[in-house]
């Protein structure tokens, strides 16, 4: 009976941690670098720079919400939906899964059909938990065709090879770093957040495996930086959707995954969400967050496995 207790006592920590959930599917395991706690780590050398750059006075900025913009849904949508096997044709074959890619008749296009922004497609196969993301996605007469795609097994730690891209300029998943309505209204997001900024360095930094830019300037952060909400920035006067989020900008933080609008958080559309409730977010300045150092918790450069803090 001693050693049973002893066992369960040492082991309970662990049996606490639990990957984000979409559908019946783990999002990476626990223990995966987008899974783990950032809150702990060290200010990267470079932080001041990189917020300066960023825009130390620009507001944060929830891309994401209920309603349409344009005449499409306000963030990046996904589906649990899969379809006809195809194998769409890419303008970077070379850096791209051949798939076949599981896409339902219609999926949902980021901006909506007639969009000509990113075009992201997501789709997760719920039976196999294996997640298909495409890029400038477009269905022609005979299938479809796509900038790039990359195809994500979510039980896995495998990250792209060196130098690729995948459907999101770092080269990372798009879906694991959504805001979703759900586990806003559940009360905590468990995983770090994606994020744009205008300008990018020509270089990366694990997990990302991809830039999407000319600029050397040491001062400018590459891809796959993380940055997290300062522990000091007082969240009451926030309404408690704002503050799970902003909870989670603190513990996990997030990862810049691509060029576009500066301090512009990704989030999955929901006829549930309050816009009003979401502008709460834009209280919050680039000089309330800071870049943060995660090399400590990289296990091998090739896999997401992480350290825990």
């Not at 626990?30 to 470079?46: C, E, G, Q, R």
Request: charge should be positive; glycine fraction near 10%; hydrophobic fraction near 35%.
């Amino acid at each position: 009976m001693v050693k049973i207790l002893l066992l369960s006592f040492f082991l309970s920590p662990l049996l606490l941690l639990a990957s984000p959930q979409i559908g019946r599917c783990p999002v990476f395991p626990a223990d995966h670098i987008w899974n783990t706690p950032i809150d702990k780590s060290p200010v990267h050398k470079s932080s001041r720079d990189f917020i300066r750059s960023i825009g130390s006075q620009k507001k944060l900025k929830a891309d994401f919400g209920s309603g349409t913009w344009n005449g499409g849904p306000i963030g990046i949508p996904f589906t649990l939906e899969t379809g006809k096997a195809v194998r769409p044709t890419f303008e970077y074959a070379d850096e791209s899964d051949p798939g076949p890619y599981p896409l339902p008749a219609n999926p949902p296009i980021e901006g909506g059909p007639q969009s000509r922004g990113d075009r992201h497609i997501l789709v997760l196969d719920q039976k196999n938990c294996i997640l298909y993301e495409l890029y400038a996605a477009y269905k022609t007469g005979g299938g479809w065709r796509a900038g790039s795609g990359a195809v994500f097994d979510l039980g896995s730690y495998r990250l792209r090879p060196s130098g690729w891209t995948s459907a999101d300029a770092a080269g990372l998943p798009i879906l694991p770093g959504l805001v979703r309505y759900e586990e806003v209204a559940a009360g905590e997001i468990k995983h770090a957040v994606r994020f744009t900024a205008r300008l990018t360095r020509r270089s990366f930094v694990w997990p990302a495996r991809h830039y999407a830019s000319r600029r050397t300037d040491p001062n400018i952060p590459p891809m796959g930086m993380r940055f997290r909400l300062k522990s000091s920035v007082n969240l009451d006067g926030f309404s408690a959707p704002a503050r799970v989020i902003l909870t989670a900008l603190k513990k996990y933080g997030m990862i810049l995954a691509d060029n576009g609008s500066d301090w512009y958080i990704s989030g999955a559309p929901d006829e549930r969400w309050n816009n009003q409730t979401l502008r709460e977010l834009a209280r919050i300045q680039g000089e309330q967050l800071e870049a943060v150092d995660t090399q400590e918790l990289m296990l091998d450069p090739d896999t997401g496995q992480a350290r825990q803090p």
